[in-house]
């Protein structure tokens, strides 16, 4: 189906606004480029001089060029043997800013009684302070392992499993509709690269957030421009 464009930068598809968030009992929300306004990877290696070269391989990871995100993950955390960790605390303190209209939407998305869960291809190490600062119910992501203050360029291995990737995603998703009693049709997906459509693709509604060309393929909204409360112009509170 073809996109509509409802206002300048907003394109709809495959449903017809508006709709009403009370419709829905979850809201999950990829971290990286979406909630947050970096692909932390790329600015931590960016202390050791590679953020061009990681950078290259999570921007063709994100469109869909490369299509094992678990090998692309392996790949740039390689390149990160050595980094101090004190290099993640200044990604934080320095770089990471919440997207505009963020706190909105999800404050927006919590009055109307949603739960919120952070599932991300990044770290634990990012998305504990994102979910604590935006007081989300649930998050998943990848921990880093440190030996001597160091990073090894591998990850801990979890009762879940070791990389969350977009199977990952849409398991979590569909995990938590479970345990809440609800239909993924409940479930809103919110993402900006390849790695997110798996979930986006079982949720009753997916937003994109300035995605990705296959990502705005696919999403019933997107967000081509402003900040994530411009989705508040389709859904009603």
């Known amino acids: 189906m073809t996109a509509t464009q409802i206002a300048p930068g907003l394109l709809i598809r495959s449903i017809q606004p508006p709709l009403a968030l009370s419709h829905f009992k979850l809201v999950a ?15 931590i290696a960016e202390v050791v001089g590679r953020k061009a070269e990681v950078a290259a391989i999570t921007e063709a990871t994100m469109r869909g060029e490369i299509a094992d995100y678990k090998h692309s993950l392996r790949r740039r955390l390689a390149l990160l043997r050595g980094v101090p960790v004190t290099a993640l605390e200044q990604v934080y303190a320095r770089h990471l800013q919440l997207n505009p209209g963020v706190e909105t939407f999800v404050q927006a998305c919590q009055n109307a009684g949603l739960k919120t869960l952070l599932v991300s291809g990044g770290f634990t190490f990012f998305s504990e302070r994102i979910r604590h600062r935006l007081k989300l119910d649930f998050a998943r992501a990848n921990m880093l392992d440190v030996h001597d203050g160091h990073l090894t360029g591998l990850l801990l291995e979890r009762p879940w499993g070791e990389i969350v990737d977009g199977a990952e995603k849409r398991r979590v998703v569909l995990e938590v509709c479970e345990l809440m009693g609800i239909s993924p049709t409940q479930a809103i997906a919110v993402g900006d690269g390849a790695n997110d459509l798996p979930m986006m693709a ?5 937003i994109a957030y300035h995605p990705k060309p296959a990502v705005a393929e696919q999403a019933m909204i ?3 421009a402003g900040g994530m409360d411009r989705a508040l112009e389709v859904l009603q509170r």
């Open 29 to 43: 929300f990829d971290m990286d480029s979406t909630l947050i306004n970096i692909e932390c990877i790329d600015e």
């Open 222 to 224: 997107s967000i081509m």
């Open 202 to 206: 079982v949720a009753g509604l997916s």
